[in-house]
């Protein structure tokens, strides 16, 4: 089966421009998560999606938005670009919110901010 | 102070050695995830554990709910087992990461 799919791959953008990431989940899966990677930091949890919902979002200002599509596609849309947004980008999908499922992760999108 | 800390951040093995990673964690979980990430970004999920004991191949996973403490083992590692190995933890609708272990497994 096709796993999770994240696009684009590669980004490079100017300060101050916004940008949409997108993930599509494993057919079936209806929790889509976000996370953020940098060398400094690690993974840090940026928000969780089910069912069209946000169940949860992380420390993160408001310049990192999301949303989930009917279909449990997701994007996550960051404005106003910085030059500390420079990571990865990774989702994860999951068949649900309980705690006894699995998490697939994508490939992620690797962000660049100039 | 990071709600999951992991030892060793580095840790460089001969072919055929066992390895422990250690993950402690101070809050109340639902879930811990053992991850796999190769260079390039991949993340591969490697175990969900909410008591006791899972096994896969060479790697076994443990955790001890009381002492909020995990180990992950692999017995005869192998240079493709160079990788950074993260512990996350479930607590409610989100997962906390440790920073990882870098794993250098070496011929």
């Known amino acids: 089966k096709a796993g999770v799919t994240q696009t684009p791959r590669y980004l490079i953008k100017t300060r101050g421009q916004q940008v949409t990431l997108s993930c599509s989940p494993i057919s079936g899966h209806r929790s889509v998560s976000w996370y953020q990677q940098t060398p400094g930091q690690g993974l840090q949890f940026l928000f969780e999606?089910?069912?069209?919902?946000?169940?949860n979002k992380g420390n993160f200002p408001g310049r990192f938005s999301g949303r989930q599509f009917s279909n449990s596609r997701s994007e996550m849309n960051v404005s106003t670009l910085e030059l500390g947004d420079s990571a990865l980008y990774l989702c994860?999908?999951?068949?649900?919110?309980?705690?006894?499922?699995?998490?697939?992760f994508g490939s992620g999108t690797r962000l660049t901010v100039v | 102070k990071n709600e999951v800390e992991q030892s060793p951040q580095n840790l460089t093995a001969q072919e055929g050695e066992f390895i422990t990673i250690n993950c402690s964690y101070s809050?109340?979980?639902?879930?811990l995830h053992w991850l796999q990430q190769h260079p390039g970004g991949g993340i591969v999920s490697l175990f969900m554990l909410s008591s006791g004991k899972k096994k896969h191949g060479r790697l076994i996973a443990t955790i001890n709910i009381q002492e909020k403490h995990s180990s992950l083992h692999i017995t005869a590692s192998h240079p493709r087992d160079s990788a950074v190995y993260i512990c996350?933890?479930?607590?409610?609708?989100?997962?906390?990461f440790g920073k990882g272990t870098s794993l250098l497994v070496t011929p």
């Open positions: 996350a933890v479930r607590s409610g609708y989100a997962l906390n």
């Open positions: 809050v109340g979980i639902s879930a």
């Open positions: 994860a999908s999951s068949l649900d919110q309980g705690s006894d499922y699995g998490y697939t």
């Open positions: 999606y089910f069912s069209e919902t946000q169940r």
